[in-house]
């Protein structure tokens, strides 16, 4: 630290300071006058200073009377005017030594500044301290899983230098979550990023093509309105759920069913492409509302043969911390207003069959509501699938008093996204699908996500196991 000492400037200060202070200084007080300096013939009493103006010397208008018994107190109304002139001096100097006390203050705060600040260039060590930096980045995660994949004998991955300190692996991250690349034995957990390139998906293998389903919109099944096109009954009593469905296929014996609907598409373009292209026809694809450019995603989803649903958001229990977009509809809302919010999201695009739920945890557990919702969809020829994240979901039960169409979802995959973890929920959907003879599932389009869901439904024909839409199980299901 360097000291800054200007002692010609600091003492010019001080006696600039002491001259105020001089200057102000307190006044002499004035010589007391007692009695014996006063002189009787020195004054007149003011009562006859007026007869003398008015009636000439000497006169006496006040008729009869000894003199000394009728003279007045003189008047000193001046002794009045001392008493104010000196308590305005008071005032005025304790002011002035208020102002001399503050800017002697601000002088000796100006010097002691001057003498211990620290100079512009240098910078203390605690105050280094408290500026943020960034201590994890995407170099110290890949160092870290490199340390780790040695330490456990693992095989870091192509293009890593076992041997160079903090090497990168030579992994993506997707690729680290989806449990390793090329061949390597990484375990089957890590971190998975929605951000996708194509890449991520190169593991996937193309389908064969499928014939598409019927282009959209059907004239009969639509209606122009203020918010845009809204799907309506036909008049011959067909709805879009039947038109725009995927026809299902025939039921193959007592084998069990299972439907599987992949969420989160349209807003990753290589998520979206890999579903539409690499899984079977009878996935059921969920576009997000909020999509830009819906319209488009749908129609290459329905000449790729898959069906359609759109989301639904509704409030949850931890909403606003849990927001699903401007659309939702809330518990507390008039039905009048979520009508509205309803068709908003059915004039998004045409050629879907249903909505799927999202989030929804407070407001389906509201009858009134869920019955309002549920009466608007059949009025308009949809289905309604339940995502499943209410366990005490009025929806089926509500559904089914209405006589309306309905599904849920039962099992979600890759609420864990990890490779382990998903290859152990769908052993647990195979097993429920067993027991109960149809269930139904979801998964999002996370590269590992879609690189399970592949290979396991491989592994369907041999294990006695229908792969079907879910729109093939509407109105199938238990109520629970």
Known sequence: MKLKFNIGGLLSKLGAVKGIFARFGKKKKPKAISDEDIDENDFIPSSHRDDEDEGGEGEDLGGGGDDDDDEEIPDFGDDDDEDKDEEAVKKKRLLIMGGGGALAAAIVGAVVWVVVSPSGDEESAEEKSKIPTVVVNLETLEAETTARDQALGRDPGPGADPNAPGAAPGKSLNELGAGGAGGTEAPGTGVVVPATTPADYA??????????????????????????????????????????????????????????????????????????????????????????????????????????????????????????????????????????????????????????????????????????????????????????????????????????????????????????????????????????????????????????????????????????????????????
Do not use: C
Not at 281 to 308: M, N, P
Not at 398 to 412: G, L, M, Q, R, S
């Open 203 to 480: 593991g996937l293998s193309a389908v064969p093509p499928t014939a598409p389903l019927a282009s959209s919109p059907d004239p009969k099944l639509v209606e122009q309105t203020e918010l845009g096109i809204l799907p309506k009954i036909a008049e011959d009593g067909s709805t879009a759920y039947q038109v725009y469905a995927r026809p299902a296929p025939e039921k193959d014996g007592d084998k069990p069913r299972v439907a599987v609907i992949v969420v989160g598409l349209g807003n990753s373009r290589a998520a979206t492409e890999a579903a539409i292209e690499k899984l079977p026809a009878d996935i059921s694809l969920t576009f997000d509302s909020y999509t830009r450019g819906i319209g488009y995603w749908v129609d290459k989803a329905r000449e790729a043969g898959h069906e359609v649903l759109l989301t639904l958001p509704m409030e949850s229990d931890s909403f606003p911390f849990e927001d699903p977009g401007p659309g939702t509809l809330k518990t507390l809302a008039a039905p009048e207003e979520n009508l509205t919010q309803l068709n908003w999201v059915l004039s998004r695009t045409t050629g879907y069959f249903g909505l799927l739920g999202v989030a929804g945890s407070k407001f389906t557990a509201n009858e009134e509501q869920v019955d309002f919702m549920v009466n608007a969809l059949k009025d308009r020829g949809l289905m309604f699938v339940d995502s499943g994240d209410a366990p005490q979901s009025l929806v089926p039960r509500v559904a089914f008093k209405n006589k309306a169409t309905w599904a849920a979802v039962e099992v979600n995959l890759d609420r864990n996204p990890s490779a382990d973890a998903i290859d152990h929920q769908l052993g647990e959907f195979e097993a429920l699908a067993r027991r109960r003879i149809i269930s139904i599932a979801r998964i999002s389009a996370y590269p590992v996500s879609l690189d399970r869901l592949s290979a396991w439904i491989k592994t369907l024909n041999e294990k006695g196991i229908e792969l079907v839409p879910v729109s093939a199980l509407a109105n199938k299901q238990l109520l629970r």
